[in-house]
């Protein structure tokens, strides 16, 4: 079969805590210095409120909730602008109760035809093991590890195929760290040292997966 | 003669560079199966050079007796932090320059979450402290004229000294206004990483003798207008080490600003064994075409762990010729196939040196 | 999750309906119940708020307080009285993939400022996509976005990106983008704990 094409999407950070949303204005990320005045003075679908706080600019989609912290790039260039974003933001507010840190990254598998389309979907979900069903097809696919390094968390594979005029399938990665376990007082700190030393093995160990998934479709 | 891979004879001196690579480094025979360590560096494979060849020789870490990290620059100090922790008999040895507080400072402040791919000198040298700290031993700090290390002349083993020409007190001092306004530079901007100073006023320069054998480590010091620094502060030292040296490591990687006529004439002897490795990053490599014509005209004996020359980086067509569009100049900084240059001569100096150069290493002409 | 566009449908029990956008659904972690238990046709999935919570009707409910239906929505709704039915959620709408600008990187570094020039620095680049060496180079400033020139210092940290953008409407162009690090000035913790170490170090390396 031939190999699918291989598009990274972006890469997008959520840390799941308590957040005060009415925080997260575009100008604060300026006067502290995490942003340039002149970006969010051009800032694109605000939002800011007591439940939830977001705001875009050229490279990065950033959301808040009382829950959690989001912050998202389609621009693969703006990676580490982000990382910088997002634990700068952190390093500044140590003391929020933060429980779990996900660095996801996202992916496209751009095939060419049908056929490859579904044969993919068939090596990962086998339609014998579906003999009542006329022609099962895999609509979503879950799949979650332990972490192989000595952290706290689960590394979670979701495939989405999509039918939408062309033949592609989502690819998500998302690389999960739990933190709660440590003292309330660390949590944050962690999880900045986290997104610091493990910010490029993340990358790397996303790919390996992916080339992976992308040689089974061409097997 | 020794062959490449057997260990020196107990009474021979072996000098041999490695580099460059990420860092470069000198390793000394000494005589008596003890060894010692000027700078280090990275090889080819990721590891330590020095270590690699030691245990290519079967020789252990335990025969170490000194580490000399002659400045801090990241050129220098490439797995520093790894050869300190695996040699655990040997003393580090660094500049005077480094003992006050900013340098310490310095190094502190700066690894605080550094979220940078690549590690400088002083993230090498904050695990160093880390390291020595554990083990609660200081370093000993070299300054102009300071043995800092002696093995007396006993029957059947040679005589063996080691002695720092440098930083001197001036020289110390300038490096402490370094340091500061590196340390005021970090404290009052926004994050940035301590940069690569362009001088080096804290390098170390050492002269090693084994029996009566002597060596002469130029490191980077340079020359300098006032007399109390650089090169003219060593020359004229009342206590500078008469004899005359029969190997010297080529300051400054050969530059116009490391080179002082009066070492030549002063200090060693006539056309003697010279090595070197470039300097290959920043806007001009160095040595340059006619610091190699100077050289050459000093002494047939020079050899250089690399040829310098544009090293080229393989990549996509496409990024090539973007980065070249976008850029004044690129070039690679860290070439591949770093080079060794090997010597080695009785400590009685009833033979003369045999040199033997492996990787790119080049003799020039 | 929360409703970016609300619009209300009559469905025969007084119910509103919410449409959630599937640009939100996609948000990261995904939440279980922002995918679909079971396949609707036209893809659509149908929620429910459990209507023992209480609601106004503008309120957003919460991702948790969503459940998903297992059956049909026609069937679910003829097992349940209008008064129980507070509300559905749905359809849960997949639209065609939004076309959007796409960065295709070739390489991508970190740079570090080892000194300026006229009109320019010259840096160490090292590479971060695992396709090269570090390398040497000298940028303009004409290069550097205005924003950014003045972070343009010894030892600042930038990155480097090289490559292609295609636009949504399929518009191919090349892309370099020099983008300097933000971070925030060391806190009064950071300091401290730098002052510590280097106690701890004075401590133990001080020449007895």
């Known amino acids: 079969m031939p190999k699918p094409k291989v598009s990274t999407l972006g890469k997008n950070i959520q840390v799941l805590g308590h957040f005060n949303p009415r925080l997260f204005v575009p100008q604060w990320f300026a006067d502290v210095g995490l942003l340039a005045s002149e970006e969010v003075g051009d800032v694109k679908n605000e939002i800011i409120h007591e439940e939830i706080a ?19 790039t389609t621009r693969v260039g703006h990676i580490e602008p982000l990382r910088d974003l997002v634990a700068g933001t952190l390093d500044l507010l140590t003391h929020t109760p933060t429980m779990s840190l996900g660095i996801n990254h996202d992916y496209w598998f751009d095939f060419t035809d049908r056929d490859s389309f579904d044969a993919f979907g068939w090596t990962l979900v086998a339609p014998s ?71 490029f093995d993340s990358i790397a160990d996303s790919q390996a997966l992916i080339d992976d998934l992308a040689r089974l479709a061409s097997e | 003669m020794s062959d490449w891979l057997e260990p020196p004879e107990p009474d021979e001196v072996e000098v041999t560079l490695f580099g460059p690579g990420k860092g470069e480094c000198v390793l000394i025979h000494v005589g008596e199966a003890e060894w010692i360590v000027v700078d280090s560096c990275i090889d080819d494979t990721g590891r330590s050079a020095p270590l690699n060849y030691l245990g290519s020789l079967g020789v252990g870490v335990e025969q170490i007796r000194l580490i000399v990290a002659s400045h801090w620059h990241d050129d220098h100090v490439g797995g520093l932090a790894g050869l300190v922790d695996s040699a655990t008999a040997a003393r580090l040895v660094c500049s005077a320059a480094l003992e006050p507080d900013e340098f310490l400072h310095l190094v502190s402040a700066a690894d605080l979450r550094p979220m940078v791919k690549a590690t ?8 160093v402290l880390d390291c020595l700290s554990e083990r609660e031993v200081y370093p000993v700090y070299a300054s102009a004229d300071r043995v800092l290390y002696r093995r007396p002349i006993s029957i059947g083993s040679s005589h063996c000294e080691v002695i720092s020409l440098s930083p001197s007190d001036a020289s110390s001092h300038d490096a402490l206004q370094g340091l500061r306004k590196l340390l005021e530079q970090q404290d ?36 300098d207008s006032n007399p109390a620094k650089g090169w003219t502060a060593v020359l004229d030292a009342i206590s500078r080490p008469t004899e005359r040296a029969s190997v010297f490591k080529v300051a400054h990687h050969g530059s116009v600003n490391g080179h002082d006529p009066r070492v030549w004439t002063d200090m060693l002897e006539a056309d003697p064994y010279c090595v070197l490795t470039p ?78 150069s492996s990787g790119s290493a080049a003799r020039l002409a | 999750m929360s409703v970016t566009s609300a619009e209300t449908v009559d469905f025969g029990h007084a119910n509103t309906v919410w449409y959630l956008n599937r640009e939100q659904i996609l948000g990261g972690d995904r939440h279980p119940l922002a995918f679909p238990e079971r396949p609707g046709s036209h893809g659509y999935y149908w929620h429910y708020v459990d209507d023992a919570l209480s609601h106004s009707s503008d309120a957003t409910p919460t991702a948790h307080e969503l459940r998903p239906i297992d059956v049909s929505l026609d069937a679910w709704r003829t097992e349940r009285s209008a008064a129980q039915v507070r509300r559905v959620i749905g359809p849960i709408v997949q639209p065609p993939m939004p076309k959007i600008d796409r960065s295709i990187v070739l390489q991508r570094w970190e740079g570090r400022v080892d000194y300026l020039t006229d009109g320019g620095f010259v840096a160490r680049l090292m590479d971060l996509t695992g396709t090269g060496a570090d390398e040497d180079a000298e940028f303009p400033l004409d290069e550097i976005s205005p924003m950014d020139r003045p972070l343009v210092q010894e030892g600042a940290v930038f990155y480097w990106s090289v490559g292609y953008r295609d636009s949504a409407s399929g518009q191919r162009t090349r892309e370099s983008v020099v983008r300097f690090r933000r971070l925030p000035h060391w806190s009064k913790a950071d300091r401290q704990e730098a002052d510590r170490r280097v106690a701890r170090w004075k401590e133990r390396l001080t020449r007895p």
């Not at chain 2, 400088?120 to 695990?127: A, Q």
């Not at chain 2, 940069?195 to 020359?223: F, K, M, T, Y």
């Open chain 2, 188 to 223: 009052a901007t926004q994050r940035t990483v301590v940069p690569r100073p362009r001088r080096n006023p804290a390098a170390v320069v050492l002269w090693i003798s084994v029996g009566i054998v002597h060596v002469l480590l130029g490191s980077d010091l340079e020359v």
């Open chain 1, 129 to 199: 093991n579906w003999p009542l069903m006329d022609r099962p097809g895999m609509a979503q696919l879950t799949v979650q590890g332990k972490r192989t390094d000595e952290r706290e968390g689960y590394v979670r594979v979701l495939i989405d195929p999509q039918l939408d005029g062309g033949y592609r399938v989502n690819v998500g990665v998302n690389d999960h760290y739990q933190v709660d376990s440590t003292p309330a007082a660390r949590c944050t700190p962690m999880i900045v040292e986290i997104i610091n030393a493990r910010w």
């Open chain 2, 120 to 127: 400088s000198g002083v993230h090498e040298f904050r695990r």
């Open chain 1, 54 to 72: 977001q705001f875009a600019l050229d490279w990065v989609s950033i959301r808040v909730t009382k829950d959690r912290l989001a912050a998202s």
């Open chain 2, 279 to 356: 300097y290959l990053s920043g806007a001009t490599p160095i040595p340059r075409p006619t610091d190699m014509d100077r050289l050459v005209s000093l002494s047939p004996n020079i050899w250089i762990t690399r040829r310098p020359g544009t090293p080229s980086v393989r990549r996509d067509s496409r990024v090539d010729r973007m980065a070249k569009e976008v850029t004044r100049w690129i070039r690679a900084s860290e070439p591949q196939n770093a080079g060794v240059v090997r010597l080695r001569r009785r400590s009685d100096g009833t033979d003369d040196w045999r040199v033997h």
